[in-house]
């Protein structure tokens, strides 16, 4: 992949061209490092040190602005030379004092010189993915390594950028290669007695294992999950505490608490790290018979957001419990829906022994602990620990679906399908694969995949 590259959602870049940004986060820091990468790094590094220093060795120096040699700062400089390099070009950086008005001078200095502009969001990693530092996949495991909030969600996002995914599908591809050879080999060897039925046979059993590992690989959705967190919502009547519990499980004020009934009228939500496992929390408006349009519509989607999470925590007031048939009634007509808790809060005001589930006070802290330690173990049943490497984004659930779409096509009719068609399915099929690590036909999802990138990564 080379010359001028057009993706949607991200703009044309050259690789000629030299690119710049800060690489380090944000505001104020006691280092701020500046990177720029190509054939104009080596000129952007004389011109604001002084020289290049020995290849891949830290060099103290003064950096100064090319344009009237007004002293900058004083710090460390590197030199990359390519193509051994993070994009596959020279790459030079600079290592700064982390002060607003340090960094922006250090980076308008670079873009000072001639041939250097300012770097697209996920530019240097886009260009080690076109020099072939690392594949599509592997560069989705360093975006999601970057977002990663929780140990979970580090280590899974650690596997996929070091290859984990990768790995898998090119395992997969090169048994479906090997199939494919097998067909085509019937098909050189037509004239020989059993040879075609033979291989036929033998290239039907390896494509019958593949069909199964990927169907399997697709029922398991904790990679996915792992990146947007275990979703909880929180349900109840009015008044029953909700706003006040998510208030103590992120312990700080998220919601309005009020004595009256109806404050919460949209979702609020939170997230949280609980033993490592990433939780979303949302708090949702009392359950009731409304009159208000506004209270209505909050109600509406308390039930939706209840619908689409993976645990609810049905809320109710110690002193005086819910019947059974007020939850069945806002939870009817979902079979599959979530996983319902029923939880007794206020219960530092008393009421009737609770015959199960958690008893927790907002006020006291009393069951918090327990609810708690409760929800990080869900969170880790429901989407793993992250010690291996799955589907974690829609557009591998898609790839690998038409995959699989494709097998059972071949294996629905294998016996009738001529070995050519029979070929052909399954290259589309390998095709396909292809497609999860970038080995073919990726121009179409590069720029949704590195504009998620920040600037200077």
Do not use: Y
């Not at 939880?343 to 327990?370: C, E, F, M, N, R």
Request: aromatic share 4%; net charge negative; with cysteine.
């Amino acid at each position: 992949m080379t010359g001028r590259i057009l993706a949607s959602g991200f703009n044309a870049f050259d690789p000629r061209d030299t690119i710049a940004a800060i690489s380090t986060a944000p505001g104020r820091a006691a280092i701020a490092v500046l990177r720029v990468s190509g054939s104009s790094a080596a000129d952007a590094l004389m011109a604001i040190a002084g020289s290049l220093p020995n290849p891949r060795r830290a060099a103290f120096r003064a950096f100064k602005n090319p344009r009237d040699g007004a002293l900058i700062d004083r710090g460390i400089a590197l030199w990359f030379p390519g193509p051994k390099t993070v994009t596959g070009e020279d790459v030079a950086e600079f290592h700064v004092h982390g002060g607003r008005a340090v960094v922006a001078a250090i980076l308008d200095a670079a873009l000072g010189v001639p041939g250097v502009r300012m770097a697209e969001a996920g530019e240097f990693t886009r260009r080690a993915f076109v020099a072939g530092r690392m594949d599509l996949a592997e560069a989705e495991g360093l975006a999601d390594l970057l977002a990663a909030e929780t140990e979970v969600q580090r280590k899974q996002a650690l596997i996929q950028s070091e290859g984990g995914l990768s790995a898998l599908i090119e395992g997969w591809r090169g048994r479906l290669v090997g199939a494919m050879a097998l067909v085509e080999a019937g098909i050189d060897f037509s004239d020989e007695d059993g040879v075609p039925a033979q291989v036929r046979s033998e290239a039907k059993r390896e494509v019958e294992g593949l069909a199964r590992d990927i169907e399997a690989a697709l029922a398991d959705r904790r990679a996915e999950r792992l990146r947007s967190g275990f979703q909880v919502a929180i349900l109840g009547r009015p008044n029953a505490g909700k706003s006040s519990l998510l208030n103590a499980l992120a312990r700080r004020d998220v919601a309005i608490v009020t004595d009256a009934a109806g404050t919460t009228r949209d979702v609020l939500e939170v997230h949280l790290d609980l033993d490592g496992v990433p939780v979303t929390i949302a708090d949702t408006a009392g359950l009731r018979e409304a009159v208000d349009p506004a209270e209505r519509e909050g109600v509406r989607r308390a039930e939706a957001r209840a619908a689409v999470a993976d645990l609810v925590l049905w809320l109710e007031d110690a002193r005086a419990p819910d019947p059974a048939g007020h939850v069945a009634r806002h939870m009817a007509g979902r079979p599959d829906g979530p996983t319902i808790w029923r939880v007794a809060s206020k219960a530092d005001l008393g009421g009737p022994a609770w015959p199960a589930g958690h008893s927790v006070s907002a006020i006291t802290g009393h069951g918090l602990d327990g609810l708690v330690a409760a929800l990080a173990e869900a969170g880790r049943a429901a989407i793993g620990g992250g010690e291996t490497a799955g589907f974690s984004r829609a557009r591998h659930r898609d790839a690998a679906a038409s995959v699989a779409a494709l097998l059972g096509e071949a294996l629905g009719d294998w016996d009738a399908l001529p070995d050519e068609l029979l070929a052909e399915t399954l290259r589309a099929a390998a095709t396909e694969l292809g497609r999860i690590t970038g080995r073919i036909g990726v121009e179409d999802v590069l720029g949704e995949v590195f504009s998620s990138f920040c600037i200077g990564k």
